[in-house]
């Protein structure tokens, strides 16, 4: 048994030593839909911000999602590591309640046995409790902040309001209101002057999604991550190509993806060897 345990320490290790380079990569959908004058104009995008006018330029709106720091990553990883170790410990402690049951079944002395057993019980429930806490943090880091940014270009007090909660908010002139929206809600608003024989009234309609996935990564530079290509890659990303060897570059201001080949990944690396 204490082989076992010794064994399964020394997996563990090893693997994570082992592991790929591996970070956490965004994607976004963005839709503002502005209704102004009986006219309907919709923009999207796949960025971490989309950016929007009124046709008189009264108004700006911008649908901004949260940018993936480097920070969060190593939250993220932080509180994944924490339900793995915790899991880890549930498992030896599972092995240790095995150990004291067999030692209390062979007719060893029963006392030191059974607390053992109980000791080894109470850990295996902290353990999974604690595991299953780190992952729930590591799962709400994963669920990306979203807002709705909108600006009062004019020189007049205006009123936005939230058509789904009934909710009120006063933008004063040249002034912006910053309201936080869930992700795959689709929210309606309704702006206007506050003074009520202003006709000139706006509609909007705003929807972000995003998600967010661990890859391995071969390179990541403060513009681009470099991730190999793959069939599983390629629909986690949602990114369509006939080559079947190289590396996705992902342009971190713009989602921007495209594929770079073997050869030039390896001038890519080398001129950072050459600089560095």
Known sequence: MKRTITLSLVICVVATILHAKTTYIPTYDNRLL????????????TSHSLVMSSKDGL????????????????????????????????????????????QMNEGYDKGWAMKNYVDARENIDASVAASGDARAVAE???????????????????????MDRGR??????????RLPLLKD???????????????????????G???????????????????PLSPKVLKKLRFETEQKTGYIRIVKETMAMSVVSEEEFRTIKNKRHVLS
């Open 34 to 45: 502005l209704i102004e004058d009986g006219e309907v104009d919709t923009l999207i995008n």
């Open 140 to 162: 709400d880091l994963k669920t990306l902040m979203l807002d709705l940014v909108v600006r009062n270009n004019s020189q007049k007090e205006m009123i936005i309001t939230d």
């Open 185 to 207: 809600e689709e929210c309606h608003f309704r702006v206007s002057s506050c003074n009520p024989m202003d006709e000139n009234v706006k509609y909007i309609n705003a929807l």
């Open 59 to 102: 108004i700006t709106i911008t649908l901004a999602q949260q940018i993936v720091s480097n920070e969060l990553v190593r939250e993220i990883k932080r509180a994944k590591n924490a339900a793995g170790w915790a899991m880890v410990s549930a498992a030896l402690s599972s092995a240790a309640a095995g150990l004291a049951q067999g």
């Open 168 to 177: 009120i908010w006063f933008i004063l002139p040249n002034c912006e209101v």
């Open 209 to 227: 999604t995003s998600t967010l996935e661990k890859y391995n990564i071969e390179l990541e530079t403060d513009i681009s991550w470099y991730v």
